[in-house]
């Protein structure tokens, strides 16, 4: 057993030693509760909001420096970081009304706020972004995959996501790291923004689609490829899978054709078109 301890350290030598996952799942969990859960009691007491603050710095300070070992670059992204959060808070405190405003079964902002896992999916996305934007890229794709695990929603932290994004129901959706996403867009369960190849030397090309501002993607819909364009205004409809431009005020959907079998001899073959 000692050479099998000895080929696993070995195997590790040069690798970072990171800090356990559940830190950063506790660290996120915290600073979710305190942007967005805090009760108004509390917030009418400003010693404890800044009580609260200060123990996050220092938990995510800590956390930083094992991804930026040098003290003074982790106190910088730390700094940098926090600053950012105001800004941050308000986009998604949009995203969430953004959420209210097209969901009939929301009865209130705080229910997107409290009970929404498609809200703590962007929410996560956000701050994510914000530390892929600082080259803390290991430590926010570490948060993404946490809000992945959490609700089955996969943001890519590269992705670039504009104002009032909305997404409804959310489960199964996938969002890929060149993904360009303009505002009021809103999609629903199952879509796919991906690319068309998979190949490791187009890792630093866009690979995946852009679509623009106003457009709705229904559920179970793909869209591939860097080079495919959603016009701003469109709609997408169901199952739609998609790998070119379409221009603004588009509307493109799946036509689905049903045939009863009967005692005749069966039709040609249904073909669909997009």
Request: hydrophobic share 40%; net charge negative.
């Amino acid at each position: 057993m000692n050479s099998f301890y000895q080929e696993i350290a070995n195997q590790h030598q040069n690798l970072l030693i990171l800090p356990p996952k559940k830190l950063i799942h506790h660290f996120i969990d915290e600073l979710f509760c305190v942007l967005f859960s805090t009760t108004s009691k509390s917030l009418g007491n400003i010693t404890i909001i800044e009580g609260k603050f200060t123990e996050l710095e220092i938990q995510f300070n800590e956390l930083v420096l094992d991804f930026a070992p040098e003290s003074e670059e982790s106190q910088w992204q730390t700094k940098t970081f926090f600053e950012a959060l105001p800004g941050l808070h308000k986009k998604v405190i949009d995203d969430a009304r953004t959420i209210f405003a097209k969901d009939p079964a929301a009865k209130t902002l705080e229910e997107v706020l409290y009970s929404y896992p498609v809200f703590f999916a962007i929410a996560i996305y956000r701050f994510s972004h914000q530390l892929w934007e600082q080259d803390l890229k290991l430590l926010a794709r570490t948060i993404s995959e946490y809000a992945h695990i959490k609700t089955s929603i996969e943001i890519h932290p590269g992705a670039q996501i504009g104002d009032d994004f909305a997404i409804d129901h959310g489960t199964g959706i996938v969002i890929g790291e060149t993904a360009v996403i303009g505002n009021n867009v809103q999609i629903y369960q199952g879509v796919t923004l991906g690319a068309l190849s998979v190949k490791k030397e187009e890792a630093f090309i866009k690979r995946h689609p852009t679509i623009e501002d106003n457009v709705v993607i229904y559920a179970n819909s793909t869209i591939l490829g860097g080079q495919t364009t959603v016009g701003r205004d469109s709609i997408i409809g169901g199952n739609v899978w998609l790998t070119y431009t379409v221009p603004s005020n588009s509307v493109v959907y799946h036509k689905n054709e049903m045939k009863v079998k009967d005692n005749n001899p069966f039709p040609e073959p249904i073909f669909y078109s997009i």
